[in-house]
Nanobody, 123 residues
Framework: QVQLVESGGGSVQAGGSLRLSCAVS????????MGWFRQNLGKEREWIAS???????TYADSLKDRFTISRDHVKNTLYLQMNNLKPEDTAMYYC?????????????????WGQGTQVTVSS
């Protein structure tokens, strides 16, 4: 059974940093595409970044200067480093996975999802 469990969210002041983690079980990260998304109530899920089986990252243009996706294959964990956070970054953050090696950027392309971790940025 595939499980994705996010952690690392919390409350932070504007300008601060957080690192989100997504622990994966029942699934090997090294051969798969993974991504990070975020969503606010009543809004569509927004793509942040993806990483393919070659560990090549792809970012949303609006976030690439502040967010970094990475993963540790030994720990089977995906990460999202978020710097210089802004109040508009407040959202529920989700990790997602798909069992192939390509780069995917749409929420509907991913098969497995975590339950989300809340990030709140105050001004």
């Amino acid at each position: 059974q595939v499980q994705l469990v996010e952690s690392g969210g919390g409350s932070v002041q504007a300008g601060g940093s957080l690192r989100l983690s997504c622990a994966v079980s029942g699934y090997t990260t090294s051969r798969n595409s993974m991504g990070w998304f975020r969503q606010n109530l009543g809004k569509e899920r927004e793509w942040i970044a993806s990483i393919n089986s070659a560990d090549t990252p792809t970012y949303a243009d609006s976030l690439k200067d502040r967010f970094t996706i990475s993963r540790d294959h030994v720990k089977n964990t995906l990460y999202l480093q978020m710097n210089n956070l802004k109040p508009e970054d407040t959202a529920m953050y989700y990790c997602a996975a798909r069992p192939d090696g390509y780069t995917w950027v749409r929420a509907r392309d991913f098969i497995y999802w975590g339950q989300g971790t809340q990030v709140t940025v105050s001004s």
